[in-house]
C-alpha cells in the first residue's frame, strides 16, 4: 500500500525520524505528568472534582489539559496560562511602543518577546495557582483527599508545583518546536484533547447501548457520520484560500516595464479564516465575565443570567458566543493579516495586482477582499464553534462527546494535524519523495 510505503519513506530520512521520535517521546513525558497528583491529595478520592469538571466550562477546560485538571495533576494549569500569555502579548503589541518596535527587529525582537511571554506566563500561574488549589480545598477536602494537615504548607507547595508544572510544559513545547516537528505547544493541547476522546466515545456509546440516551447501534453510526462531516467541513475551513493574482515588473531602458519576469504570474493565498482558532479562545474568555458578574447580583434576573451563561449547550449562551467569534474573527484578523505591509512589499519587489496601481490603491483593494471573505469565514467559524450545542440538543448526544463534535477541540485537533502533517511533507520532498498529500504545500482555493 501507498501510505505503508510512505511511513518507510519516512523512517529512511535520519532527521526526520530523530525528530519525529523526540516529539513522540517528549509527549509521552507530558501525559505521564497529568498522572502525578499534587502531594498531600489521596488520589482515590476525586470523585468530587471529577463530577464538577464533567461538563460546562469547567469540563472545556479538563478536556484541554487531557483529564489533568480533574486529577490534581501538577500539570492541572496545562499550557492555558502560556496561551493567555501570548494573546495578552499580542493584544498589547498593537498599543505599546516598545513591543512594536520588537516586533520589528527580526529574531534578537522575537527572542525577547518570547521571554517576556514567558516571564508574564509565570505571573498568570501564580494568579491561576491559587484559584485552582482553593478550589480544590473547597471541593474535595470534606471527602477525606487532602491528606496534609498543615492547610498554609500545602497551598503554598501547590501553588509553587503547579506553576512549575506549567513552566515545564512551557519548557516541552518549546523543545518539540525547536528540536521535533510540529508547532510544540499546539501538539500538547492537541495530545490532552485526543487522550480523553476514547474514554467520553465509550462512555456515549455504553450509554446508547445500555438505554440511557436511547437509540442504540443505529445512533451511533448516525452520530460517526455526523462528526466525520464536521471534521471534513473544518478542514475545509482551515485549509481554503482566496488567491489573489500578482505579477512582477522591473523598469526597462525605455522607460516602461518588462512583465512577468518570473516566468508565470504569482499569487498571494489570503485565508478565508486567517485567525485559526484564536476568536474562538477570545469570545470563551469573555463568556466568563456575565455569569461571574451576575452571580454577584443578588436578584432574580442576575440569577437568571448566571443560569443561562453557566450552560454552554443552551441558547443564550451560544447566540452570545456566536456573535462574539464573528467580531473576534474581525479583530483579529485585522491585527494579524497587514494589508499594507503586503501592497508595499509588493511594490518593493516589482510586484503588483493587475488592475492596481502598486502601494495604497494595492493595500485597499487586499483589505476589500479580505473584508469579503472574512464574513463568510468567521460565520463558518461560529457554526462549528456551536455545533456541539445542536449536537446535544438535537441528537441527544451525551456532554462529553459532543464537545468534539465541533468547537475549540475540533478545530485544534484539524489544524495541528494539518500543519505537523505539512511539516513532514516538506521534508519529504525536500528528499525526493511523495508526500504524504498529493498536493505538497499547495491549498484550495475558494474562488
Not at 142 to 165: K, P, R
Not at 367 to 388: R, V
Not at 420 to 432: D, F, I, K, P
Request: proline content about 3%; hydrophobic content about 50%; charged content about 15%.
Amino acid at each position: 500500500m501507498k501510505f505503508i510505503e510512505t511511513i518507510k519513506n519516512i523512517w529512511k530520512i535520519e532527521e526526520l525520524k530523530n525528530r519525529i521520535l523526540l516529539t513522540l517521546g517528549l509527549l509521552l513525558v507530558y501525559r505521564f505528568g497529568a498522572q502525578v497528583v499534587l502531594p498531600g491529595i489521596d488520589a482515590s478520592q476525586l470523585a468530587a472534582l471529577s463530577n464538577q469538571t464533567k461538563d460546562g466550562l469547567l469540563g472545556l477546560l479538563n478536556a484541554f489539559t487531557g483529564g489533568a485538571f480533574s486529577n490534581a495533576s501538577v500539570f492541572a494549569l496545562g499550557i492555558m496560562p502560556y496561551i493567555s500569555a501570548s494573546i495578552v502579548v499580542q493584544l498589547m503589541g498593537i498599543a505599546i511602543p516598545y513591543l512594536q518596535k520588537l516586533q520589528k527587529e527580526g529574531e534578537s525582537g522575537r527572542k525577547r518577546i518570547n521571554q517576556i511571554t514567558r516571564w508574564l506566563t509565570i505571573g498568570i500561574s501564580l494568579v491561576q495557582g491559587p484559584g485552582y488549589v482553593y478550589n480544590l480545598l473547597n471541593t474535595i477536602s470534606q471527602d477525606g483527599a487532602i491528606v496534609m494537615e498543615n492547610q498554609t504548607l500545602f497551598v503554598i507547595s501547590s501553588v509553587i508545583i503547579l506553576t512549575t508544572g506549567c513552566i515545564f510544559a512551557m519548557w516541552l513545547g518549546e523543545r518539540i518546536t525547536d528540536k521535533g516537528i510540529g508547532n510544540g505547544i499546539s501538539l500538547l493541547i492537541m495530545v490532552g484533547i485526543i487522550a480523553t476522546l476514547p474514554q467520553v466515545f465509550f462512555q456515549n456509546l455504553v450509554a446508547r447501548l445500555g438505554g440511557a440516551e436511547g437509540g442504540g447501534l443505529i445512533m451511533v453510526l448516525i452520530e460517526l457520520v455526523v462528526w466525520f462531516v464536521i471534521i471534513f467541513l473544518s478542514i475545509l475551513l482551515v485549509m481554503a484560500v482566496r488567491q489573489v493574482p500578482v505579477q512582477y515588473a522591473r523598469r526597462t531602458a525605455d522607460g516602461g516595464y518588462e512583465k512577468n519576469i518570473f516566468g508565470s504570474r504569482q499569487y498571494i493565498p489570503l485565508k478565508l479564516n486567517a485567525s485559526g482558532v484564536m476568536p474562538i479562545i477570545f469570545a470563551q474568555a469573555i463568556m466568563f465575565v456575565p455569569g461571574l458578574v451576575a452571580s454577584k447580583i443578588d436578584s432574580e434576573a442576575a440569577q437568571g443570567v448566571t443560569t443561562a451563561f453557566a450552560d454552554i449547550f443552551g441558547f443564550w449562551y451560544n447566540f452570545v458566543f456566536a456573535l462574539l467569534i464573528i467580531v473576534f474573527t474581525y479583530f483579529y484578523t485585522a491585527i494579524t493579516v497587514p494589508t499594507n505591509k503586503m501592497a508595499d512589499d509588493l511594490k518593493r519587489s516589482g510586484g503588483f495586482v493587475p488592475g492596481f496601481r502598486p502601494g495604497t490603491e494595492t493595500g485597499d483593494y487586499l483589505d476589500k477582499i479580505m473584508s469579503q471573505i472574512t464574513l463568510p469565514g468567521s460565520i463558518f467559524l461560529a457554526l462549528i464553534a456551536i455545533f456541539p450545542a445542536i449536537a446535544k440538543n438535537f441528537l441527544n448526544v451525551s456532554q462529553g462527546w459532543a464537545l468534539f463534535f465541533g468547537g475549540t477541540s475540533l478545530l485544534i485537533m484539524v489544524g495541528v494535524a494539518i500543519d505537523t502533517v505539512q511539516q513532514v511533507n516538506s521534508y519529504m520532498l525536500n528528499r525526493h519523495y511523495d508526500g504524504l498529500m498529493k498536493t505538497g504545500s499547495k491549498r484550495k482555493a475558494v474562488a
